[in-house]
């Protein structure tokens, strides 16, 4: 990112490009500003494009976000290393561990006492064990008459709280219906039960929902990096003091910045969009060309953000540094990860300040639910709000001679 | 490798030391992040549903269903139940992201549950899958468990299943991020500081003047990397005192073997910075290519999401961070109490790829200093 202060481009051709802004004269005013806006853009282009590292991060960095961010959040228990000590011995208890390992939820391992199985939890070796009392048979044979439940304890390893918090309802949901099975083969009584029917994401899929997320981290992250960094770079090599000397009013100025990066982050959106639905078989079940609109929106929010952190800094190495401290709060307070709704009730309207926290809710919405601008438009509203704000202290601080 | 090896370490290493008191960067890695995210984790971000908003398609409205709800309600993880009277505005509750799910009593609820054949349905929101699978098992649970003529004694299902969460029986997410908040932490100090070394001092001319002294590669690096030693234990001392002042987390292993993992998992992380430093052309390249390696680690390593059901190249991919191996050790540490012996295995691995990494780097820089 050194546009600007590449030994190989002296000083006077952007001497020759600033000459060029203001080089109109006797045209009606708006078509005055149109060309030197388009000016500035074309000397943008042509600076982003001639830096190969920049334009490699355009691309890997969102393509690589939605491979790696796409498959890490599953609902599934798969596989799970699980403690097993049958103190019964029984067919009944040898039924159950065969069931517990036939879901593929689980593999067991067998330990012989107690201790053992202290330990294997205690080492994290399993995410949890379970015990089944020597007298489990006999229980059964009771609760047949009537009698009380047998009981089963049930050991987690809380240290892994996710894991745990997961595998508990499966591994009740299999000992219930197990012990069930045991009980009355031909079916048995809970005397009430549940059908649950799940909307818009029946398997519970976290792709689409991690997919529709990482557009928010992207355009949240990337966007004012790369727009911090290539301002700074402008003023650390001068170029950016030449501009502001031109004819070209602040508006216009920003404009020329803001429209050629926000062309190219509208295309990364894009490529994201193709990627999510070619590669890994996620598209909006809403409208991609809203979609899209709304994404455009929001790229010239996290623009302006980096402009204004870029009037801030004094080095590029600075200009990161703010980005990074501002935007890792970003990840984990704006829903990308962490839903909104679980903080602390007194400390939600936090969140809700950033513009990346309703943009992340918009692209959910209309990703997995299939929403539209008639629902939607309260937090678009408050996208748009944001977008201007920011646009309008962008422009306040790039202060051109007026 | 001379007798003036560590001479000559030492001497670069306070050469390092009195540039770092000049760098506000670095103090903010040390002193404002740690207790920004002790408190970020410790009482703010939670993947335990809360607040979740509800709705209830009551059709019989009778004293039996409205004991179902409160027993529901009571769960504590729950708002303030909406009434919908059609399928309809249930759906749409959903849709609009209103309601994560929507309980559906039949009209013949009461005689259901009286002759014991009582079936409900429960109407999930799956958009948010994490949030749909936890609050889908807490109905169901609450639901099957259901008596009518005592709603709030304690459940006997087919199978009383005695459940004990060690090391965590409230299940509390912060136990579960504070364990390993360090890890976190020492990854940003340690490869922000050392990332933008070798690049800076190429940039500034001073590189030059490093290598007209009687250094070898390798002492320049390990003279730059102590420094930032010391810090780290600063840090995770911070962070300690923090989780237990706060939150009253308190390690329950022992701080020496804490204060042993840390050493090869802050030098393998150095030298991560190291070689991000020497493969950048520029300080900000440098600071961009860092940034991109720290965020998704965050993600792999298994300190935000437990890593033991990412599919398989992206858990493997994990694998090859210091930070997996380092929070793996510090939990067992910090949250289950162990001791040497059972975090033997995270060391051996992080000595491992501090090993490769210093060799990569010293192969890196040869070139340049031929």
């Known amino acids: 990112m050194k546009r600007g202060r590449r030994p190989s481009e002296p000083g006077r051709a952007s001497a020759a490009r600033t000459g060029a802004i203001g080089g109109f004269a006797g045209a009606n005013p708006l078509v005055k500003s149109w060309r030197r806006i388009r000016a500035l853009i074309v000397r943008e282009v042509r600076a982003t494009f001639r830096d190969r590292f920049t334009v490699t991060i355009l691309v890997a960095v969102p393509i690589g976000a939605l491979l790696l961010f796409g498959f890490i959040l599953t609902t599934e228990v798969k596989h799970l290393a699980l403690g097993v000590l049958d103190a019964s011995q029984t067919s009944a208890s040898r039924r159950l561990v065969a069931e517990l390992a036939a879901q593929e939820s689980f593999d067991p391992t067998v330990v012989a006492t107690r201790d053992e199985l202290e330990r294997l939890v205690a080492s994290g070796r399993v995410a949890a064990a379970i015990v089944i009392p020597p007298s489990f048979d006999r229980d059964l044979e009771r609760l047949r008459r009537d009698g009380p439940a047998p009981e089963i304890e049930v050991v987690y390893d809380a240290a892994e709280t996710v894991l745990a918090q997961n595998a508990e309802a499966y591994l009740r949901g299999i000992l219930g219906a197990t012990a069930r099975a045991l009980v009355d083969p031909a079916g048995g009584r809970p005397r009430v039960t549940v059908a649950s029917r799940t909307l818009f994401n029946p398997t519970l899929d976290g792709t689409a929902y991690m997919v529709s997320g990482t557009y928010g981290f992207v355009l949240s992250f990337l966007a004012v990096l790369i727009t911090a960094v290539s301002v700074v770079g402008e003023r650390a090599a001068g170029t950016f003091e030449q501009l502001q000397v031109t004819p070209a009013t602040s508006v216009e100025i920003v404009l020329g910045k803001l429209l050629p990066l926000g062309a190219v982050f509208a295309f990364d959106v894009f490529l994201m969009a193709l990627v999510a639905g070619v590669g890994m078989g996620v598209w909006p079940r809403g409208s991609l060309v809203f979609f899209l609109v709304v994404s455009a929106v929001y790229v010239l929010i996290s623009l302006a953000l980096g402009l204004l952190i870029s009037a801030t800094s004094k080095s590029a190495a600075e200009a990161v540094q703010r980005s990074v401290i501002f935007s890792i709060p970003l990840v984990q307070l704006s829903g990308f990860i962490f839903p909104v709704r679980n903080m602390p009730t007194w400390l939600q309207w936090f969140p809700k300040v950033f513009p990346a926290t309703h943009y992340i809710a918009v692209s959910r919405a209309i990703y997995l639910r299939g929403e539209g601008a008639a629902t939607l438009w309260p937090e678009l509203l408050f996208i748009l709000a944001g977008g201007v704000v920011l646009v309008a202290l962008a422009v306040r601080s790039v202060g051109a001679r007026a | ?370």
Not at chain 2, 217 to 233: F, H
Not at chain 2, 331 to 358: H, M, W
């Open chain 2, 1 to 370: 490798m001379n007798h003036h090896f560590w001479s000559n370490v030492w001497a670069i290493a306070f050469k390092e030391a009195r540039v770092l008191r000049n760098d506000p960067a670095v103090l903010t890695m040390m002193l404002i992040q740690p207790v920004i995210m002790t408190l970020l984790f410790g009482g703010v971000v939670s993947n335990t549903p809360a607040n979740t908003p509800w709705a209830v398609l009551d059709r019989g409205r009778s004293e039996t269903s409205r004991r179902l709800v409160e027993a529901v309600q009571t769960t504590g993880y729950f708002l303030q139940p909406r009434t919908v009277f059609s399928y309809r505005e249930a759906e749409a509750l959903l849709a609009r992201g209103k309601a994560v799910a929507v309980l559906v009593t039949p009209d013949t609820f009461e005689r259901d549950v009286a002759s014991g054949q009582a079936r409900v349905q429960l109407l999930l929101d799956g958009s948010e899958p994490l949030t749909a699978a936890r609050v889908g098992s807490i109905v169901t649970s609450v639901v099957t468990s259901f008596r009518p003529d005592a709603g709030t004694a304690p459940p006997t299902g087919i199978v009383d299943v005695r459940q004990r969460f060690r090391f965590n029986p409230t299940l509390a997410d912060r136990i579960f991020y504070l364990a390993a908040l360090s890890g976190m932490l020492l990854t940003n100090l340690c490869l922000s500081a050392s990332s933008g070394g070798i690049v800076a001092e190429r940039e500034s001319g001073t590189y030059e003047q490093l290598l007209s002294l009687p250094t070898t590669a390798l002492e320049l690096v390990l003279g730059k990397l102590v420094p930032y030693v010391g810090l780290s234990y600063f840090v995770l001392a911070l962070s300690t005192i923090l989780g237990g002042v706060f939150f009253g987390f308190w390690p329950r292993g022992s701080l020496l073997v804490l204060a042993v993992v840390v050493l090869p998992f802050v030098l393998a992380s150095l030298a991560i910075g190291v070689l991000v430093s020497t493969i950048a052309h520029t300080t900000t390249q440098s600071v961009f290519l860092t940034v991109f390696f720290i965020l998704p680690s965050m993600i792999l390593s298994g300190i935000m999401l437990p890593y033991h059901f990412m599919p398989s190249p992206i858990r493997e991919i994990g694998a090859l961070l210091p930070l997996r191996w380092y929070q793996i050790a510090s939990r067992r540490i910090v949250a289950r109490g162990g001791g040497l012996e059972d975090v033997v295995g995270p060391i051996v691995v992080l000595l491992v790829i501090f090993t490769v990494l210093l060799a990569i780097v010293r192969w890196r820089m040869k070139p340049r200093l031929g």
